[in-house]
């Protein structure tokens, strides 16, 4: 996988972007409600991107070296920084509907690229820790499966369609991010 910053050019490949399924439709071809609500809201927000982003912004695209397809997007946004910590937030990963499946290898690779992103908007503003923050929906097995195995725990549950995730980083990660 190759990971980088989303750039203009990149919103039709971003309009385009499918990571869920329609839905299925009763026999008046109306569509049923979609049986994972919040795979419809991330494709709609993935869709909805408008790159570049700002400084405080990384949209990250995972490209497929094989086929040049863009597989994943996800974005990292600092939020502040308050007595040396920063606090970041994932604000969306989405892997292509024919992507998943795979084990979860490609969606862990986009955690550690935005991760490694997180540290380096921390260490730009001269962090010297950072949490990072991701909300997930409560039924959504396979991303609280992905943030669990990147060492993110569940911290509550905000309302009924969210649950707030954390991942705390300490001065070693971001001196790594510092130092190269």
């Known amino acids: 996988m190759v990971w980088r910053d989303a750039v203009r050019q990149d919103r ?14 009763r026999p008046d071809r109306r569509p049923l409600p979609h049986p994972r609500p919040w795979e419809v809201a991330v494709q ?29 997007v996800g974005e990292v946004c600092l ?4 007595d040396d910590i920063a606090a970041v937030k994932m604000t969306g990963i ?13 969606a862990d690779s986009a955690v550690e690229d935005l991760i490694r992103c997180s540290s ?10 950072m949490i ?20 993110f725990c569940w911290r509550s549950r905000i309302s009924d369609d969210i649950e707030d995730w954390i991942l705390q980083a300490g001065p070693a990660e971001l001196t790594m991010t510092r130092d190269g």
């Open 44 to 72: 709609k927000w993935a869709r909805t991107q408008r790159p570049p982003s700002g400084t405080d912004e990384r949209l990250r695209l995972g490209i497929d070296p094989d086929g040049d397809l863009l597989t994943t």
């Open 94 to 106: 989405a892997l292509a509907a024919g992507r998943r499946g795979t084990g979860g290898h490609i």
């Open 132 to 151: 990072v923050v991701a909300w997930v929906h409560p039924l959504n097995a396979p991303s609280q499966r992905m943030l669990d195995r990147n060492g």
């Open 120 to 129: 380096e908007l921390a260490a730009a503003q001269g962090a010297s820790g």
């Open 79 to 82: 939020l502040r920084v308050e």
């Open 12 to 25: 039709f490949l971003l309009e385009g972007f499918r990571c869920t399924s329609d839905p299925a439709r």
